[in-house]
């Protein structure tokens, strides 16, 4: 049963994660499951500043949305990971300034490991997505199939997607997407990377387990 409270826990995280400029006005949207539903900001809302009138609600299952506020256009991907990701109750998607800007490279990154918070929370291995529009079904579908064994990808010409258990992984896992980003943008494309062998060792005596 979604209550005011979880409303407004949604709308203090979606103005958290503007407040760290993962997104700028209507670009980027949230969703977070409970129970049999999901909250997802509406359709051309501005997640910095949501508000509740903008705030849908969702059954997982069918994609229907209950209190008459559509959903964002990206619903489809959001709803789609959580059906196939028991595990994950948040979805972030965002276009913070480096990601983004590599996002759009000719060129893109094929391994983004510069630090070990990147192996530790955002992904050893960060699939990236073909353009495709945006709302459509194509992108909707190679999201959901990208994120059945990853927690991060990025989408070329068009940003960033997360996903996490609750909403302090997702935002550790989308600041350190853009801090990754931003170090390989300035440092010119002149970084170093981990070695499998050094993030081999992470997983096992920092994580104690491997990391998608």
């Given at each position: 049963m979604?209550?005011?409270e ?19 006005c ?6 977070w499951r ?9 359709t051309?809302?501005w ?20 209190n ?11 709803l ?6 028991p ?19 000719k060129?893109?990154?094929t391994?983004?490991n ?7 929370h ?7 997505i073909?353009y ?10 190679a999201v959901?199939?990208?994120?059945l ?7 070329t ?24 980003c ?7 494309g002149?970084?170093?990377v ?17 990391t998608?």
């Amino acid at each position: 049963m979604i209550t005011n409270e979880h409303i407004e826990q949604f709308i203090e995280q979606a103005h958290r994660y503007g407040d760290a400029k993962l997104m700028l006005c209507s670009s980027g949207n949230l969703s977070w499951r409970i129970g049999e539903e999901a909250l997802i900001s509406g359709t051309g809302s501005w997640v910095p500043t949501l508000g509740k009138e903008k705030v849908s609600i969702c059954n997982i299952a069918s994609g229907t949305p209950t209190n008459g506020v559509k959903p964002s256009m990206e619903s489809t991907f959001h709803l789609g990971i959580l059906r196939e990701r028991p595990d994950v109750n948040v979805v972030l998607h965002f276009q913070s300034e480096y990601a983004t800007a590599i996002s759009c490279m000719k060129n893109k990154p094929t391994n983004f490991n510069v630090t070990a918070e990147i192996p530790c929370h955002v992904g050893s291995e960060i699939p990236v997505i073909p353009y495709y529009r945006p709302g459509s079904p194509e992108l909707a579908k190679a999201v959901v199939e990208a994120m059945l064994e990853h927690n991060s990808v990025l989408l070329t010409n068009h940003g960033q997607v997360v996903c996490g258990k609750d909403f302090n992984q997702v935002y550790e896992r989308a600041t350190f997407f853009e801090m990754a980003c931003r170090i390989i943008v300035q440092s010119g494309g002149d970084y170093s990377v981990l070695t499998p062998a050094e993030i081999e060792d992470l997983e096992i005596y920092v994580l104690g387990k491997k990391t998608k």
